[in-house]
């Protein structure tokens, strides 16, 4: 009957917050050692199979609603991760855009001094061929 006072404490003490696997560890050491006297009183025997049972329950729901805690969590920090990169995918496309315009922007330019050197250069010619010489007035 010892046993089950502790199994009952142990349970007391799960729901402290001590960790589920240390309170599994001690109360399996406890009903391997406690084996053989279980064995000789079927009354203590049925008992601590049932406080098992329903300490093995517990665990159970105890890491059930861990993992929905952590699965929750990484919904969470997936979804803060889905919404960063979004904001990133948003600028890139801004940054894109804008290097875009930018480009066209270069290539207009690029284009007018071309024409602009062609458009001086004929005028140079001109000038040349009226006599006009580089470095008078």
């Not at 300490?55 to 729901?61: G, I, R, V």
Request: charged residues 30%.
């Amino acid at each position: 009957m010892d046993h089950i006072v502790i199994i009952c404490l142990l349970i007391k003490l799960n729901q402290f917050a001590i960790s589920s696997v240390t309170v599994t560890k001690v109360l399996l050491r406890l009903l391997v050692s406690s084996a053989d006297c279980v064995k000789h009183d079927p009354e203590v025997s049925d008992e601590m199979e049932k406080n098992f049972t329903e300490l093995l329950s517990e665990e159970l729901k105890l890491r059930e609603a861990e993992a929905l805690e952590n699965q929750q969590r990484a919904d969470m920090a997936l979804l803060e991760a889905k919404k960063m990169a979004s904001q990133y995918q948003k600028e890139a496309d801004k940054c894109n855009s804008g290097m875009e315009t930018c480009e066209e922007a270069r290539e207009k330019a690029e284009a007018v001094l071309v024409t602009q050197k062609k458009l001086t250069a004929m005028w140079e010619l001109r000038a040349r061929q009226r006599g006009w010489k580089e470095g008078t007035h």
